[in-house]
């Protein structure tokens, strides 16, 4: 079975139920969105599909169970993911956080020589995020824009074939949003990618499919145009978008 | 802010700033250094130094060579090392004891032994280092191989910051607390003196000591290469990486326990060295010289010099060291104090060290130019 298959996913911390039993499919090629109010588990869920949260239930990918395994050994299997606020390695230049991405299968032989040419992978990604022209700049240097495009840059060549984005595109101008949403559809045609966002623009225009979450739960699923007419999710989150959107 | 179309085309001075840092420094500009170097040491130093001036040299040398390590594990990893001592004591005391042995002659046992001890016979653990192609070995090895499940169990269990400080401290306190308990096989607080020769080489000999200098010396030039080639390499990212995310890197698919490892292990191989060093041009290994003390100076004179560029540590070392001795000839008393001081000042004021002042100097300069 292909894609991202989520049973009865559960994280729990101290007694408050972050995550509360969540059925999720994903299949390969989706662009899946996930939205939901704040605190409704949607980063946590991403947590326990990567091994950070310890939780209960399943969750496979390309048929290979992932809870359970250590967060390393889950990005080995080609999941990736970003971080609500940007990581990336600050004083290493772009070019080197994207070698350092591409590099975890190297030997050690490799791994004790300095870098003596730009890999194909990492020169492909340069241009794919169009960084190519900052490429020897220290990544911190980048505005919050160009950063979150280094991280989707780093899961490019990583050879991650799940992409797990949280919030990818908060903080970006509307120019840079529309260039990251095209870049997702792109993507989509050979990876599975699942996007964690508010912005509700952004989600008409780029999701193919959406999850609601609310409250640690799946609350609805399906087009954009089904998940709006859900009286649910008015109730529950477009209610708290406009609210949010007023204040 | 710039847009994706039009992202900056010139490299911002930081750029060339970060390139400068962690990127190729041109092989040909780390040949030069490493000439201006080895004239420093091999050509000026000799000459204008007495011989007495030169044995204190190879003795800071040696620190230095320790410094060189800390500068990987701290500076590039993150791992303060405050219990270098450990590793510094192993390789001394393998050297040692083997010197010893080769003083006291073939059948013999250690003057010590035969002053305290009712041994009649070496201890097992001592008779391998009659060899001197095991205890040279040793001298490395044996550190490393502490080193290495030692790493392994603490950085696996994730202990990191302070915490790893402080187990750090304990440890090394713990060994030089083993080392004074057994008196009759260690010399205990004394440790083992009187160090006579070198390899079948009279220490009392001056040109033979100026010989130990020359091997300090070469040893340190080695190590700075390693070194080197440890930080441009791609490792040498990697480990830059863990030590500003270790947490993110776990999710690009490395083991980031694995990566701290490496340097910690190498960084011990050169406490060994060093230690080992030690013995002939200082003559003596004693607990008080591996204990928790020595182990936080270590670290003082990489913090002065600059913990994470590469001459930066050996030279911080080398002025420390140096500070010290000019000082508590004259105010033994105000030693302590100064010391205390030097380690505060670069950590509030000068994080980079005094390596980092080049870097900001340059940087001042280069806006006077463009303003
Ligand atoms: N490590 C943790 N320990 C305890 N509680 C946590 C932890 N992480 C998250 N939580 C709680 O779990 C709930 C879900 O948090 P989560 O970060 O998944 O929400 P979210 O949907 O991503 O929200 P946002 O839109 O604000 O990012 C929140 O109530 C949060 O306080
Ligand atoms: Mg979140």
């Known amino acids: 079975m292909s894609g991202l298959v989520v049973r009865d996913l559960k994280v729990v911390f101290d007694g408050f139920v972050a995550v509360g039993g969540v059925d999720l499919d994903v299949p390969a090629g989706d662009v899946r969105f996930v939205i939901g109010p704040n605190g409704a588990g949607k980063t946590t869920l991403i947590d326990a599909i990567t091994g950070l949260a310890r939780a209960s239930g399943s969750v496979t990918f390309d048929g290979r169970e992932l809870l359970g395994r250590k967060v390393h050994k889950i990005a080995r299997l080609g999941v990736g993911r970003t971080f609500q606020n940007s990581t990336v390695f600050e004083e290493l230049t772009v070019l080197q956080n994207l070698d350092i991405a591409a590099g975890w299968n190297r030997g050690p032989l490799t791994l004790l ?89 952004f989600l008409r225009r780029f999701a193919r499919t959406v999850t609601v979450m609310h409250a640690g739960g799946i609350l609805s699923e399906g087009t954009v145009a089904e998940v709006q007419a859900d009286p649910r999710v008015q109730e529950v989150y477009l209610g708290h978008a406009v609210q949010a959107q007023e204040a | 802010m710039t847009t994706l179309q039009d992202p900056p085309i010139a490299p911002s001075a930081a750029g060339r700033s970060a390139r400068r840092r962690f990127g190729p420094g041109t092989g040909s500009r780390a040949a030069a250094g490493f000439a201006v170097a080895a004239v420093v040491l091999f050509a000026v130093a000799p000459v204008v130094l007495g011989d007495f001036r030169l044995g204190l040299l190879a003795k800071y040398l040696c620190l230095a060579i320790v410094a060189v390590g800390i500068g990987l594990a701290w500076g590039r990893g993150g791992m303060l090392t405050l219990g270098q001592g450990v590793f510094f004591g192993l390789g001394g005391y393998a050297m040692a004891m083997h010197l010893k042995l080769a003083d006291a002659g073939p059948g013999q046992l250690p003057d010590f032994m035969q002053l305290y001890g009712q041994l009649d016979a070496l201890p097992w653990w001592w008779r391998p280092f009659t060899s ?133 292990v190498v960084a011990a191989g050169m406490a060994g060295l060093a230690g080992a060093l030690f013995v002939p041009a200082v003559g003596i290994i004693s607990p008080a010289m591996i204990g928790v003390v020595p182990s936080i100076e270590f670290v003082i004179g990489v913090a002065v010099g600059g913990r994470a560029s590469l001459v930066g540590p050996a030279l911080g070392a080398i002025a420390v060291a140096w500070a010290r001795t000019a000082l508590s000839e004259r105010l033994p008393s105000a030693w302590t104090y100064f010391e205390g001081l030097l380690f505060i000042l670069p950590v509030v004021f000068l994080p980079g060290g005094l390596a980092s002042l080049t870097v900001f100097l340059r940087r001042r300069s280069g806006k006077k130019a463009s303003a």
């Open chain 2, 132 to 264: 001197p192609a095991f205890a040279l070995a040793a001298t490395v090895l044996l550190p490393m191989l502490v080193a290495l499940p030692l790493g392994l169990l603490i950085f696996r269990r994730r202990v990191r910051g302070a915490y790893f400080a402080i187990l750090s401290q304990a440890l090394c306190a713990a060994f030089a607390i083993f080392l004074i308990g057994q008196q009759g096989t260690t010399g205990g607080t004394n440790g083992l003196t009187d160090i006579q020769g070198f390899f079948g080489y009279d220490l009392n000999d001056p040109i033979n000591r100026r010989m130990i200098y020359f091997i300090v010396a070469a040893v340190l030039l080695a190590v700075l290469g390693v070194a080197w080639q440890l930080m441009r390499s791609r490792y040498g990212e990697l480990l830059v990486a863990v030590r500003d995310g270790e947490e993110r890197v776990r999710f690009l698919g490395y083991d980031p326990a694995n990566v701290k490892l490496v340097a910690y």
């Open chain 1, 113 to 201: 020589r300095r870098r003596s040419s730009v890999p194909p992978e990492v020169q492909r990604a340069l241009e794919t995020i169009r960084l190519t022209a900052v490429r020897d700049q220290p990544a911190g240097t980048l505005p919050h824009g160009q950063k979150q495009w280094l991280e989707i840059g780093m899961l490019l060549v990583q050879d991650a074939k799940l992409f797990l984005l949280d919030e990818p595109v908060a903080g970006m101008s509307q120019e840079e949003r529309d260039a990251t949403g095209e870049l997702l559809g792109e993507l989509s045609k050979t990876h599975t990618v699942v996007v964690i966002e508010h912005d509700m623009d």
